[in-house]
């Protein structure tokens, strides 16, 4: 068996570790570098490390989607990379679990944070309750001539709902959503397994945000003061403003300087407004991803309250990871 990594404090906490990996876009062979480098897998399988017993993984989003930045690995394999790293996800969710329940002293957890890319899939899937598969091939080969489209989309006689609906569909598919059907085997697969087992967990296990070690991990950071809440009232909240909360937190920009919805550069905050914010989430700092960085290492900013971790498209670049202390009792 591998060397434990459980260890006990002075002052009796339990020594853990935390790796956090940034926006991937169908990156599997950069997941699977970082997971062996941090010895959290055995190395060339799916096992995990049962030596690798006090970790919190974290990903931070955004799995899915490659819009043709470089990849690690294979390139005539890229195609197949935001399938593999969901059902990686879903296999490791359930082992950790399988081990915690067997072994009281086996303490590691998965985070699978919600990215935006990853609820737009989620979404996208909205479009088979009105279209077929052959309605559906017919729209994605209009592309984005848009007079013929909507003289089509008239011609099936789509409501007003049903037609955002569809443009959503194409914006995702554009926005990379072409790539992860096809790395799933195509309309008809992908479109199965988002209504299958897969579909189901990412609904019901990819979160808004998890707190380790007084970080808040999100993929983003909302824009409006609104939703600066711990993710705790956050989850509290009527269903209406919940799902703005969630958009809030997966399309954020502003602290660096972004509008979200026009992508032009806008004022960053002050220090003084991340102290708040923080104050407000009850955390003293957080990591996020979502706005790429270019860079090989995270990027710590505003006195090194924010991290951000979105470092695809950059072979060989590296994730966010410490080592902290809790207590024993960690359950």
Known sequence: MAETTEKIADNGKM?????????????????????????????????????????????IGDYVDWRGEPLEGDPTRWEEGPKKILHLL???????KEYRDKDPDFRS????????????????????????????????????????????????????????????????????????????GGLEVWKSEMEGELGDFLRNNLVLGVRVNDRLYAHSLPDRREFWKSI????????????KAREAFIWGRRIWGIDAYTNMKTPQPEIKEIDDMLS??????????????????????????????????????????????????NK
């Open 15 to 59: 020594k853990r570790k935390v790796v956090a990996v940034g926006d991937l876009h169908g990156d599997y062979e950069r997941l699977i570098r970082v997971l062996d480098e941090h010895n959290l897998l055995i190395e060339g399988t799916w096992m995990w490390n049962p030596g690798a017993n006090n970790i919190d993984l974290v990903l």
């Open 90 to 96: 879903f296999y490791l969710r359930h082992k950790l």
């Open 109 to 184: 957890y998965i985070h699978p944070i919600l990215g935006n890319h990853d609820q737009m899939m989620l979404d996208a899937t909205s479009i088979f309750e009105f279209m077929d598969f052959e309605q559906l091939k017919q729209v994605i080969r209009f592309k984005q001539n848009y007079s013929p489209l909507k003289k089509y989309l008239n011609d099936i006689r789509l409501n007003y709902e049903q037609v955002e609906k569809v443009m959503k569909y194409l914006n995702w598919y554009y926005q990379g959503g072409e790539a992860t059907i096809k790395g799933f």
């Open 232 to 243: 705790d009232d956050i989850s509290k909240l009527p269903e209406k403003e919940r799902i």
């Open 280 to 329: 407000r989430m009850g955390v003293n700092g957080a990591v996020v991803g979502h706005t790429p960085m270019l860079r090989r290492e995270p990027v710590i900013a505003f006195e090194g309250r924010i991290i951000n971790i979105d470092l695809h498209g950059i072979p060989g670049s590296g994730v966010f990871s410490e080592e902290y202390e809790a207590p024993k009792k």
